[in-house]
């Protein structure tokens, strides 16, 4: 399944437990601008293509919009268990007031509200020990 048109799958394997993790950027969505706050929600899908539960343990983002960096999140206390043979989409909201962003807020205080944006989304999850990147980028229309 696609999300976003973007199709980004990563696999790792822990040597010891023969476990996988098959995960995507599946994209953003409820992108708003109200007050000068942006808000957006990033898709993570996730996948366990074992038997064996899986959990995910750790999210760490860097959410640059239209190349200013916005966010950094680390999710610590996050522990998402994808059952054997299913999969999962991971909501992540990312709100920002652009008055504390000065690129972010000349850029459009200059050009105006865009109608799309470029998301770039970079970092990693770490599942059962396994440490695996996330790095895309896509342009999606502002509503």
Same mark, same amino acid.
Do not use: C, H
């Given at each position: 399944?696609?999300?976003?048109?973007?199709?980004?799958?990563?696999?790792?394997?822990?040597?010891?437990?023969?476990?996988?993790?098959?995960?995507?950027?599946?994209?953003?969505?409820?992108?708003?601008?109200?007050?000068?706050?942006?808000?957006?929600?990033?898709?993570?899908?996730?996948?366990?293509?074992?038997?064996k539960?899986?959990?995910?343990n750790?999210?760490?983002l860097? %959410?640059? #919009?239209? +190349?200013?960096?916005? !966010?950094?999140?680390?999710?610590?206390?996050? $522990?998402? &268990?994808?059952?054997?043979?299913?999969?999962?989409?991971?909501?992540?909201?990312?709100?920002?007031?652009?008055?504390?962003?000065?690129?972010?807020?000349?850029?459009?205080?200059?050009?105006?509200?865009?109608?799309?944006?470029? %998301?770039? #989304?970079? +970092?990693?999850?770490? !599942?059962?020990?396994?440490?695996?990147?996330? $790095?895309? &980028?896509?342009?999606?229309?502002?509503?």
């Amino acid at each position: 399944m696609l999300y976003g048109g973007l199709q980004f799958l990563s696999k790792a394997k822990a040597a010891n437990a023969g476990t996988k993790l098959v995960y995507e950027f599946a994209g953003v969505k409820n992108i708003s601008f109200y007050n000068w706050v942006m808000s957006l929600d990033v898709l993570l899908r996730f996948f366990n293509p074992t038997k064996k539960s899986i959990t995910v343990n750790y999210i760490y983002l860097n %959410v640059s #919009v239209d +190349g200013v960096p916005i !966010a950094s999140l680390k999710k610590l206390d996050w $522990n998402i &268990t994808i059952g054997g043979m299913k999969e999962t989409i991971v909501s992540v909201p990312v709100k920002v007031d652009i008055k504390t962003v000065p690129a972010l807020l000349a850029k459009y205080y200059k050009d105006g509200i865009p109608k799309q944006i470029k %998301v770039t #989304v970079k +970092g990693y999850v770490k !599942a059962e020990g396994i440490s695996v990147p996330i $790095n895309q &980028t896509e342009t999606y229309d502002v509503f």
